[in-house]
């Protein structure tokens, strides 16, 4: 590969210089400086000159190189930087496909939220307006360069025909700095490729990086080397304490470094570097070593070009909320979704298929298994061969052997409100798919192109091998190339018109990593299909969402998908982390996959409960696994076992009692789960979170390779607390057993000033310590879980044993965790702290929303609760059309009157409430009983209710 060696500096100094300080004094933006820009046309040259003064481009340094390659740096907004290294000088990618320049939440004109499917041309997301930035000291071939905004400064000094390279530092210290022997490289297209390169330097002492989305492995990610590549892993292995498999299922180039100073290990801040590319390529976290370029780390694509942007915070919240500004916030998902979701791929082999599903809906009711959706493997899709054995796959044909009336199938489950999520797969099968010969007559499949035009095509499809029917079973066939719109648009109808019409109310994109190895491929859109991998499956699921939205215009779609990438979560509520192998080793590291895609921008992911692929999960396994996904945003039993079993609630009858506990616990907390999406869709944040989240000085959980002087089973949970346990959203510590027979393990509690309330025992701890021998048996109806200090968590009152409907009519208990101890002798006057809780209709894109505010003040004799309740039209935000039928607002009215508030468990004080409308003081009048208190409360729509406190 070529080095990116320095020529010269474009604009010059003073022209740039001039052109800042223009920019910073004007209160429109660029276009008050073209005078400024075209004043100095002559000495920058027309290309130079126009750049500047366009309201397209916010560039502040623009570096040639020897080849000509070129290195912009552009200032997005406060904190947020993007560079980006052109190998040829010019854009070879001008799309992105990641980055969304809508503001967020919702805006009052509906045509804002649009997203085209061509999604934006990367020198139009940003203007030019920006503060006023400094370039110094430029003397003849030596030039140095800084430039400041908001807490960032950049650094550069470029010498003639030497590597070219930046340094970063955050509120004056320094925290990036590209490696000084070379940082960027890159082949010369026209005669050994596309490959591009970043080099930064990494002291692994005093950096710590996390992030890369669902790669197996630690949470830390120091010394890992990690494919950027999507592809299908069945049966993966992720234990991190040996070789993991990669790539696997997503693309995410995403990597978070956590900074500290090496002498005093305090924070210095926090860097996220978002790398803008679909092409395969390499993620290094200080794994290659070299004696000549010392300690570093570096991110490669095989094709494109090299644009990244850097996301500056103090901490990490604030780093992945920047960085979701730049992806766009979570799609927000529906109630029903966060219930219990079956799945088997056994049902739908059968040749029974339609009774068995029936049998399904009949025996959660029969056993009280709450369930809200049931996942409809591609086992339907089969054809009929000519020997009458059950044929391929083939996506949107129905086989009527096994489900003879399709309608009838989705009424069944849709009576027993629980929603259907068919499989759909992107490919036709050449031989065997009834619409293959029609949809490559119609451009709806990849095709050969002959020269640079898109639209000159053959009529020769591009064709690949597919999983055709059993294990190993492969035929040829053709993805459906989504970037055109007759695939787009062919892909929409037939979701309508053979799933959602017949009574389908969600979508399951699987399958669909798009493992095309043809550099040369060229897809409808112009684009090579060498950067277009990870964008397919992001088309492909703007068109499934599309077809829910054209079928359901006033509810929140539901897309189910296994691949993604940066942008996905703009489109799919859930996904999960593909065909796991049914193991203990699985249990245990899936939780650390699916924290790292959290933090990635994507809240609603999961596993397969149980395992997917390998026997059936012995008993105690099961349980495990049940138990641990209690708090996880996606909860999922899937199987498709190798002696053809499946893995039910009940597939161990004296079991049953136990995983019913464990679902209807869930059930029970899906209140403070769905507050946690909302304030995903608002924010960014995740909902499970690594315990780094939240405590990222607590050198137990942010310093690299802890490890613990104990016996074998406490090193094992806590060397591995910081990638197994998690916390579900800031309050609450779980710590789940994933070791064979142990019930009991040690916790550390994170946070040395914090304090946690034990749920199994009902009393306080102290955070930074560890607590040894903390019980739970297989058959708890819940993971060992901690409540820290100050929090409020909004539960049902009772367990709902049905669906999610039942929570409406079951009220809500606030339960309030606060302890007033004695520190160092000395007696705590007060805390004081609040909370807010959402509820709506659990569906509607615009509904109705009721705000519960609760401002706490407590003491060691009394808690004094104030409550405000309020309500207003609310729109999520959609990155996808927008139809008229949007506008109407749901006529949601709280469909409980009566809300407990309490303190936790052996909590004796007094609790007093004084309730707010609005904002405004009630009567605070108090109506004695003989074991509770109430006052009223009501709402602008005339909604009454009683707020019981014990």
Request: hydrophobic share 35%; proline share 5%.
């Amino acid at each position: 590969m070529n080095p990116f060696l320095f020529h010269h500096c474009s604009p010059p100094a003073s022209c740039l210089k001039q052109h800042l300080e223009c920019v910073a004094q004007s209160s429109k933006g660029c276009d008050d400086c073209v005078e400024c820009c075209d004043s100095n046309s002559e000495l920058l040259g027309t290309k130079d000159a126009s750049f500047l003064s366009s309201p397209q481009s916010s560039a502040c340094l623009v570096v040639d190189g020897e080849r000509g390659e070129s290195l912009r740096v552009s200032m997005v907004k406060e904190n947020i930087f993007r560079v980006s290294f052109l190998p040829d000088g010019e854009r070879r990618v001008s799309e992105t496909f990641i980055i969304v320049n809508q503001p967020h939440p919702n805006e009052s004109d509906p045509s804002t939220l649009q997203e085209s499917r061509n999604t934006n041309h990367r020198d139009a997301l940003f203007c030019c307006k920006q503060p006023a930035s400094r370039v110094d000291d430029v003397d003849g071939n030596h030039h140095s360069v800084k430039v400041s905004y908001g807490d960032v400064a950049m650094e550069g000094s470029f010498t003639e025909g030497e590597p070219v390279g930046l340094k970063w530092s955050f509120k004056g210290k320094k925290i990036l700095c590209d490696l000084p022997s070379g940082s960027y490289a890159s082949d010369v297209a026209s005669t050994t490729g596309q490959t591009v390169r970043h080099y930064l330097s990494f002291n692994t002492k005093s950096e710590t990086c996390y992030g890369i989305g669902e790669a197996a492995g630690r949470v830390n990610r120091n010394g890992m080397r990690v494919r950027l590549s999507a592809l299908d892993a069945m049966g993966y292995s992720c234990d991190a304490s040996k070789p993991v498999s990669d790539p696997l299922y997503k693309h995410f180039p995403i990597v978070y470094t956590h900074v500290r100073d090496e002498k005093t290990a305090t924070t210095v801040g926090w860097v996220g570097a978002l790398y803008d590319s679909g092409a395969q390529g390499v993620m290094d976290i200080g794994c290659e070593v070299s004696a000549f370029r010392g300690s570093y780390r570096y991110t490669e694509f095989q094709d494109g070009d090299m644009e990244y942007y850097l996301v500056f915070g103090q901490n990490f919240k604030e780093v992945v909320m920047l960085m979701t500004e730049l992806l766009g916030r979570p799609i927000m998902s529906p109630r029903w979704c966060l219930g219990y979701l079956g799945s088997t791929m056994a049902y739908t082999e059968a040749s029974n298929a339609q009774e068995q599903l029936k049998d399904f809906a009949t025996l959660c009711n029969q056993h009280s298994i709450p369930c809200d959706g049931f996942h409809l493997s591609s086992g339907y899709t089969c054809v009929d061969n000519a020997d009458g054995t059950f044929g391929s796959r083939c996506v949107f044909h129905w086989n009527h052997r096994r489900v003879p009336n399709p309608v009838e199938m989705f009424n069944t489950f849709n009576k027993a409100s629980i929603s259907v999520i068919p499989n759909i797969k992107p490919w036709l099968l050449m031989e065997d798919h009834p619409l293959f010969e029609d949809a490559v007559k119609s451009n709806v499949c990849l095709q050969h192109v002959s020269n640079e035009n898109s639209s000159d095509t053959t009529d020769l499809p591009h064709l690949g091998l597919f999983w055709s029917g059993g294990g190993g079973t492969f035929k040829k066939g053709a993805y459906v190339d989504f970037s055109g719109e007759e695939g787009f648009e062919w892909w929409v109808q037939q979701c309508r018109k053979q799933l959602l019409e017949k009574g389908a109310h969600a979508l399951w994109n699987d399958n669909n990593e798009f493992e095309v190895s043809d550099t040369t491929l060229i897809c409808r859109n112009g684009l090579p299909m060498s950067i277009m991998r990870p964008v397919q499956a992001l088309l492909m699921a703007k068109a499934s969402e599309k077809a829910l939205l054209l079928e359901y215009p006033m509810a929140r779609p539901v897309v189910v998908t296994r691949s993604g990438s940066p942008g996905m979560h703009r489109h799919c509520v859930q996904t999960w982390s593909g065909d796991n192998f049914t193991s203990w080793e699985t249990l245990q590291w899936n939780t650390s996959m699916s924290l790292s895609l959290s933090v990635c921008g994507w809240p609603g992911c999961g596993y397969d409960v149980g395992g997917f692929a390998g026997e059936m999960p012995e008993e105690e396994l099961l349980l495990r696994w049940v138990q641990s996904a209690v708090f996880m945003p996606r909860f999922s039993i899937h199987s498709w076992n190798f002696d053809n079993t499946c893995t039910e609630p009940w597939s161990y009858p004296e079991s049953t009692d136990s995983v019913r506990g464990c679902i209807q616990t869930r059930y029970q907390f899906i209140p403070h789960l769905y507050n946690l999406y909302f304030e995903a869709h608002r924010f960014g944040l995740p909902i499970i979170r690594p315990l780094v989240f939240e405590f990222p000085d607590d050198p137990f959980v942010a310093v690299a390779d802890v490890k613990y002087d104990g016996d074998g089973k406490s090193s094992i949970y806590l060397e591995n607390a910081s990638s197994c346990d998690f916390m579900f959203g800031p309050s609450v510590l779980v710590c789940p057993i994933y070791q064979k027979g142990d019930e009991d393990r040690p916790v550390y509690l994170p946070g040395s000033g914090c304090k946690w309330w034990s749920a199994k025992e009902g009393v306080w701890k102290k955070g930074g310590n560890v607590v040894n021998h903390v019980s739970c048996a297989p058959s708890d109806d819940a993971p060992i879980y901690f409540v820290k200090n100050n929090s409020i968590i909004a539960t049902t009152i009772g367990k709902p044993t049905k669906n999610t409907g039942d929570l409406d009519q079951c009220g809500r208990c606030f339960t309030i965790f606060n302890t007033i101890d004695e520190e160092d002798g000395k007696h705590a006057e007060s805390s004081s702290f609040s909370y807010s809780h959402m509820e709506d209709d659990g569906i509607s894109i615009n509904t109705m929303q009721y705000l519960f505010n609760f401002e706490v003040t407590a003491t060691s004799s009394k808690v004094d609760c104030h409550v405000s309740v309020s309500m207003d039209a609310f729109r999520y935000k959609m990155y996808n059309e927008i139809t008229d039928n949007m506008m109407t607002v749901s006529s949601y009215a709280l469909p409980f009157s009566n809300i407990i508030l309490k303190l936790a468990r052996g909590d004796t004080r007094k609790l007093i409430v004084n309730l707010h409308r609005d904002g405004k003081d009630g009567d605070g009048k108090e109506k004695d009983s003989k074991k509770a208190k109430m006052v009223p409360f009501s709402c602008d729509n005339g909604c009454d209710g009683t707020i019981v406190y014990l």
